[in-house]
């Protein structure tokens, strides 16, 4: 008998894939190995809607569909290393798994401060459901919340703990708040848009250390002042998990580099006809845009390149990959959507509505249009998503 086909990661990523390959007609076995003990769940509402109510898995959790009812499912279980050229994965019970094909799933975990004094209670990221269970526990009306990081995440979660009634500051490196993908103007308006429900910001600013003997009660700032806080949050990025993928000969520089077709390429340029990665993790070249490989770290692209990767693996892929990135951001009232690389514009302009109000910019690389962004008006930045097919 053959071996099954393992996928390591057992979120969307990991789920999207064993429903793909039952989809595109692949009956032979399928193991899933994950470490959280939960059965795959949805990870975006952990710091927008979910987080201002009860957090639990069955609010967050994936639908089970019948198609992979006979799939191994094996959660809790951490895999430490692998063996491409042996074909195995070897868990941390030291139970050796063998496959026919390797689907890479593992995705990311947060970047957490590293300061002197950090062995204080109190400290929160946000990335699996057992940080967001933790999390809501604190997020009490009157709760001093202190974020670090002025990403997407750590917005969402200055909009959600300032729904819940805390007083809430970001402190953050940068000029203004998610500035890299969204451009200046629309960063600037946005965080107009926080400070107007209340949000303090500390923008080109650094923590130095925390204040507190058990649990945090203040962090230090590298302008010499101390903020006081009873809840910390690091929203500051993320970690790779792929060390279980070392010793390999892969090209693990940022997430794994595959081929268009999401095969894992060695270092050399060889590629491993076997072995897909997906999800957070892959670094594809994307013709849409140019011949760069990229990693996309947006909710859609788990589904997109799960699906590739099954066709591609059981003889269906047709022409070349071309997902369109695409995310979105609740925050208070003010729903954006973007598609697209925003990031790799030159140029940023308003195409439609008002700065102030529902409105629309295009970003431009070389006078193209490499992304679209808005906040509302929904149908209208749908409508320039074919600029990108
Ligand atoms: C709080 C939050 C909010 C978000 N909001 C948005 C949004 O609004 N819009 C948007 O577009 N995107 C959003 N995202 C991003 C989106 O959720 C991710 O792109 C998506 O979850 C990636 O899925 P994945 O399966 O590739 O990886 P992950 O979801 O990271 O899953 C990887 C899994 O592998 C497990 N694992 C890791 N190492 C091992 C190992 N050695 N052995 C076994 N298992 C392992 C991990 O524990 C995890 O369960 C958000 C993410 C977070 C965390």
Redesign the pocket.
């Known amino acids: 008998m053959s071996h099954p086909v393992v996928i ?7 789920l999207r894939m064993a429903e793909a390959l039952r989809r595109f007609g692949y009956t032979g076995a399928i193991t899933v ?4 003990p939960y059965a795959p769940y949805n ?2 509402p ?2 927008k809607e979910v987080l201002a109510e009860t957090v639990s898995h069955e609010a967050v959790a994936f639908e089970q569909r019948d198609s992979t009812a006979d799939v191994n499912w094996m959660f809790g ?3 430490q290393a692998t063996d491409l050229e042996h074909a195995v994965v070897t868990d941390v019970n030291g139970d050796v798994h063998p496959y026919s094909a390797l689907v890479v ?4 975990r947060s970047k957490r401060l590293t300061v002197p004094n950090g062995e204080l209670r109190g400290r929160h990221a ?2 699996t459901l057992d940080d967001a269970i933790a999390l809501r526990r604190e997020l009490v009306p009157g709760a001093r919340v202190v974020i670090v990081g002025a990403g ?2 750590g917005c969402e979660v200055a909009a959600t703990a300032r729904k819940l009634g805390c007083d809430v500051t970001i402190v953050a490196p940068g000029t203004h708040p998610m500035q890299r993908p969204l451009g200046t103007e629309l960063a600037a308006e946005m965080q107009r848009r926080h400070e107007a429900q209340g949000v303090t910001f500390r923008m080109k600013t650094a923590v130095t250390d925390l204040v507190g003997t058990l649990a945090v009660d203040g962090v230090a700032l590298d302008d010499g002042t101390t903020i006081p806080c009873d809840v910390l949050v690091e929203a500051i990025g993320s970690h790779d ?1 792929t060390e ?1 993928l070392e010793g390999n000969d892969l090209d693990l520089a940022t997430g794994v580099r595959t081929t268009n077709d999401l095969r894992a390429v060695k270092s050399t340029g060889e590629v491993w006809d076997n072995v897909f990665v ?4 892959a670094r594809f070249p994307n013709p849409i845009f140019d011949n760069e490989c990229r990693r996309i ?6 589904t997109e390149t799960a699906k590739r990767a099954a066709q591609v693996f059981t003889g269906n892929a047709q022409g070349d990959f071309r997902p369109i990135p695409s ?3 609740d925050q208070y009232d003010n729903h954006l959507l973007a598609y697209g690389v925003l990031s790799l514009a030159d140029e940023v302009k308003l195409i439609d509505g008002e700065i102030s109000g529902d409105c629309v910019f295009g970003y431009y690389r070389d006078g193209d249009m490499v992304g679209v962004c808005g906040i509302g008006m929904r149908s209208v930045v749908q409508r320039y998503r074919a600029n990108f097919v």
């Open positions: 390591v990661g057992a979120s969307m990523g990991g190995i994950g470490d959280e990870r975006p952990l710091s279980t951490r895999v799933a593992t995705g990311l946000v990335r997407f995440i998990n279980w997906i999800g957070d993790l770290e947006h909710w859609n692209i788990p995310f979105w951001t």
